[in-house]
């Protein structure tokens, strides 16, 4: 949910699933360099690629939000709703996979991410279900399987407590199922402890070099995964033609200065409408009514900062015919980019266990 627990999340993924690293040492810093320019010339191809085939945009009641929508209209759709600083490119990595397995998958921009804009008005996750709604209606959609990553996965809750009648299951990874506040009591000291007094963001010349900032462990060490994940997050220069890494962003959340954290935390309503919703929203109020299967996504380690697995089990315990809890061991935050073959196996399996096809 949080820049800071992203970032390392997303470099674990990359230390685990990407092609062989490019480092200095094999090559040294010029033929490195060459090498990951490559990875990134070929990324932003594919990525151009998929926005040709796939790209659209609709114009909701809140804003002109971007969306990419992958395989045949007759297949079951899934709209999904990505976590903080990520976008609808978040599931390349296995929307090949569940198209194949049946599915017609939607994925969207919300305010800030990717190529849709932060609108001009307070807005909370709640608009976007609304966008959502106002989506799958203008796709002639009545009912879908609802799922999010993350922040995404509350979207996806919040969905369901707005539209049950338009909702077909809910698919909801490391966020939806527990309230943030419960899910990271534990580990407030250390999220505060990597807040800065005052974010000053990196600035860089071009989105490559930026690109290289953000890889794991070594400045020159970026391969296709790490390029994907990072540059599908739809990076753009300032009036200056300088880039950052998403700073009008997490100005916007408070998730710039130490004081605007903590006033999330103990003062939640002076902060900005959307960053508080997300905080202050209660899947045991949300989900008080649950009549839709529910596949929950929860990966779990020994440095696990959203520890959601008891109130997971507490949820289940009232629904035991409708929730399925699929448990990720030795997993960061990321399951679907760390996990992409038990994920796909977990949503196929899931998908038929409960008769949707």
Known sequence: MHRLIHFGVLNLAVAILALPHITMAQSGVADARKLAHEAYEQVKADISLEEEQFGRFIQTPNVRMHYLDRGP???????????????????????????????????????????????????????????????????GIERALVGGWSRGGTIAAAFYD???????????????????????????????SNIPEVYKPDEYKSEFDLLLSLAADSLLEVDLVAAHINLAKGFTPDENGRWTNQAVLTRWLWEDTKEHGELMFSAPHKGPLFERSTLQFEPKVALRDLSVPALILDPVSDDDFFRMTDGIR????????????????????????????????????????????
Do not use: C
């Open 73 to 139: 209209n007759t297949g079951t759709p899934l709209i999904w709703a990505p976590g903080t600083y990520s976008s609808a490119h978040e599931l390349d990595w296995v929307a090949d996979e569940l198209v194949s397995a049946g599915l017609r998958i939607i994925t969207i921009d919300y305010y800030g991410h990717g190529l849709t804009p932060l609108p001009d008005h307070p807005v909370s996750v709640y608009h976007v279900a609304d966008d959502m709604a106002f989506l799958l209606d203008h796709l």
């Open 314 to 357: 507490e949820l289940k315990e009232k629904f035991p015919d409708l929730i399925t809890h699929s448990i990720y061991p030795d997993t960061g935050h990321g399951v679907h980019y760390q996990r992409a073959e038990q994920f796909i196996s977990d949503v196929v399996a899931f998908l038929e266990d409960v008769g949707i096809d």
């Open 162 to 192: 707005s539209f049950p009648e338009h909702t077909m299951a809910l698919i909801l990874e490391d966020g939806g199922s527990v309230a943030w506040r419960t899910a990271y009591d534990h580990s407030i000291g250390e999220f505060m």
